[in-house]
Structures are given as structure tokens and as C-alpha cells.
């Protein structure tokens, strides 16, 4: 089946010290999207990809990268993690602006 | 500024009984409209959605929703709940006039009692 696949699925670091987060869709969509999402709140966008354009969000602290080296793969970096940064962490993909569909997330925690 | 309102944070319905989540936006285009279940732990799973045409839409489990334009509706409802239902359950609004961003609502838990 065609599908967003994240891994890892859960993932421990140290305070400050980096760490990568990774998508990958079998959709073949041109779109692919990293929200975060904290404790009992709603998914907030923090940038996408359209094709090979990058798209950060106004609120998106510095903090946060990310890289799309083919359709097919997204990584999402924090190079500082702080505790405010444990969270889920779900990545989308989309064909243009139609529908998103989401994986399973990663749960980042930040010790 | 776009906003998404789901006024019920948690609602608990007995097992076959009806459900109905609210969802009312406020959006300065053409909207389009997405229900999203997310289970605990879990990434969000795409109930049904709404672009254009028919205002009554049937979405996978056996929920639809209805939109209302009038009201600025989507409301989520389900004759008869089973206790795999119990999830959070968000609903979206996009447009293409706003290319890919979509504004969540803030969810609503749905408890199912036996």
C-alpha cells in the first residue's frame, strides 16, 4: 500500500544535542509537510516542501531545518533541542494542494 | 485571519448511540474541508473531505458530514458509535487560494462508555 512512513517512532536525545527525524511517502506526491504537535494541542505547521521550494513558517524557530535530497525522502533537524521541543513530530504529503495524508508521527523527547 | 472552532473539547456517548462533532471556521475564500481520527500515539488518518459539489459527504467507518455554507458548518456525525471510535478527532480547512496551509481545529476527544 502507498503510504507516509516516519522513523523512528520514538526518539530520546539530550538537551542541545542534535538530532534528525525522517519521512519518507510512497504516494509519488510533490508535496511533503512537518508539523509538530504538543500534548492535547492541534498539529502546527512548521515548513513544507512544494517540489524542490522550501516554505518555512513565519513562527518557525531557527532551531528547526530541514532537507529534501528526492521526492521521495524529508528530514527534519533541530540543532539545539530545547525541552519545549519534545513533542510529536507528523509529516504529510500532498499532490499540490489537494488532500495532506499524514504518518504515524515520531515522539521526540527531550531529556 | 483564517480560525477553525471545534467548541466541544471532550464528548462521551454511549456505545450505538448517534454522535455529532461540531466544527465552524472562518475563512475568506472558497473553503476546502477535512475531518481527521487520531488515535493515541498515533499520525492522523483522513476521515472524509469536501472540496466542491455535493454539500453531504460519506467518509470511511461509517461517518459523513454535512456542509452548511450558510452556517460556516462542518459538522461530523455518526448514526450509531462503536467503542473503537474513541479517538481525537480534528477538523481542517484549507484553501487554494492559501496554497498548502491548512488550520486545524483544537480537537475533540471522544470517549465511548459500554
Known amino acids: 500500500d502507498a503510504m507516509v512512513i516516519q522513523n523512528p517512532r520514538y526518539q530520546v536525545t539530550q538537551f542541545g544535542k542534535p538530532v534528525t527525524l525522517s519521512c519518507s511517502q510512497t504516494l509519488n506526491h510533490n508535496v511533503m509537510y512537518w508539523y509538530q504537535q504538543k500534548s492535547s494541542q492541534a498539529p502546527k505547521l512548521l515548513f513544507h516542501?512544494?517540489?524542490?521550494?522550501?516554505?518555512n513558517e513565519a513562527d518557525t524557530p531557527d532551531n528547526f531545518q530541514s532537507r529534501r535530497p528526492n521526492t521521495s525522502f524529508c528530514f527534519l533537524d533541530i540543532r539545539s533541542p530545547g525541552l519545549g521541543d519534545a513533542a510529536m513530530y507528523l509529516c504529510?504529503?500532498?499532490?499540490?494542494?489537494?488532500?495532506?495524508?499524514f504518518g504515524p508521527g515520531t515522539r521526540l523527547t527531550v531529556l | 485571519a483564517q480560525s477553525v472552532t471545534q467548541p466541544d473539547i471532550h464528548i462521551t456517548v454511549s456505545e450505538g448511540a448517534s454522535l455529532e462533532l461540531r466544527c465552524n471556521y472562518s475563512?475568506?475564500?472558497?473553503?476546502?474541508l477535512f475531518w481527521y481520527v487520531q488515535s493515541p500515539g498515533q499520525g492522523l488518518q483522513l476521515l472524509l473531505k469536501?472540496?466542491?459539489?455535493?454539500?453531504l459527504v460519506q467518509g470511511i467507518k461509517g461517518f459523513e458530514a454535512e456542509f452548511k455554507r450558510s452556517q460556516s458548518s462542518f459538522n461530523l456525525r455518526k448514526p450509531s458509535v462503536h467503542w473503537s471510535d474513541a479517538a481525537e478527532y480534528f477538523c481542517a480547512v484549507g484553501a487554494k487560494e492559501y496554497g498548502n496551509k491548512l488550520v486545524f481545529g483544537a480537537g475533540t476527544i471522544l470517549r465511548v462508555k459500554s
Open positions: 475563512y475568506g475564500a472558497t473553503p476546502y
Open positions: 516542501y512544494y517540489d524542490k521550494d522550501f516554505n
Open positions: 504529510a504529503t500532498s499532490r499540490d494542494t489537494d488532500t495532506q495524508y
Open positions: 469536501y472540496f466542491s459539489g455535493d454539500t
